[in-house]
């Protein structure tokens, strides 16, 4: 069964740093997601992604965060300088339409220190 | 936005006994899907059912889209579905986003 494939599965980052999370869709997906999971919380959208340009941002996603695509394969979501707030289980998504089912990967866990 | 509500909050079963859990949103969706987060963090996709009702093993899921909420049923349960399984609505007035309940939490003794 076709995966979501994220690197790495856990980082540790020193705060001010800034971090990629990688992500490999299923590859005939067009629409790409990034949420994320402070420990013990539920899951909070973060951005979608389609035809190459953000579609939807969450109140979350401020300008210390970014996201590409660099080739036909991966997805990535910058945070350009770490809090200790932004540690966190990081998960991409993907789906093939836009209501169609979400495949998560298994996410990459960030720990800012 | 749209309002994810699930219950019960807590759910402890012995090994063999059967649930339902319950998943109550608040304005029309067209994407609903149950999913399982186990041990070590990994959302697992159980159900894409923004309408009807499926079934996959011991595992069972309904929505009634008209009445704005869905069902997990488990049956014969065992040790290796203990976690929190995950309520996710999208489509509608919440565009593409899926916006996901509090979740409830399973404990499956032996």
């Known amino acids: 069964e076709p995966e979501v494939t994220q690197t790495p599965s856990h980082q540790v980052t020193q705060m001010g740093q800034e971090v990629i999370l990688r992500c490999v869709p299923i590859s005939n997906h067009l629409y790409f997601y990034w949420y994320r999971q402070i420990l013990g919380q539920k899951v909070e959208f973060l951005v979608s992604?389609?035809?190459?340009?953000?579609?939807?941002k969450s109140e979350i996603f401020d300008d210390q965060f970014s996201v590409e695509r660099p080739d036909g394969s991966n997805f990535t979501l910058k945070i350009r300088s770490t809090k200790l707030e932004d540690s966190a289980m990081y998960f991409c998504?993907?789906?093939?339409?836009?209501?169609?089912?979400?495949?998560f990967g298994s996410g990459t866990r960030l720990t800012v220190v | 936005g749209i309002q994810v509500e699930q219950s019960p909050p807590d759910l402890i079963l012995q090994e063999g006994a059967n649930s339902t859990l319950r998943c109550n949103f608040s304005?029309?969706?067209?994407?609903l899907q149950w999913f399982h987060q186990n041990p070590w963090g990994q959302l697992i996709n159980l159900f894409y059912i923004p309408s009807g009702t499926k079934q996959n093993g011991r595992l069972s899921a309904t929505t009634v889209a008209t009445e704005r909420y869905s069902l997990l049923y488990i049956s014969s349960s065992q040790t290796t579905d203990s976690g929190v399984y995950f309520c996710a609505v999208g489509g509608g007035t919440s565009g593409s986003r899926l916006t996901f309940g509090e979740g409830t939490q399973l404990t499956v003794n032996p």
């Open positions: 992604f389609y035809n190459n340009e953000i579609s939807e």
């Open positions: 998504a993907s789906s093939s339409t836009r209501d169609g089912g979400y495949t």
């Open positions: 304005d029309s969706v067209n994407n």
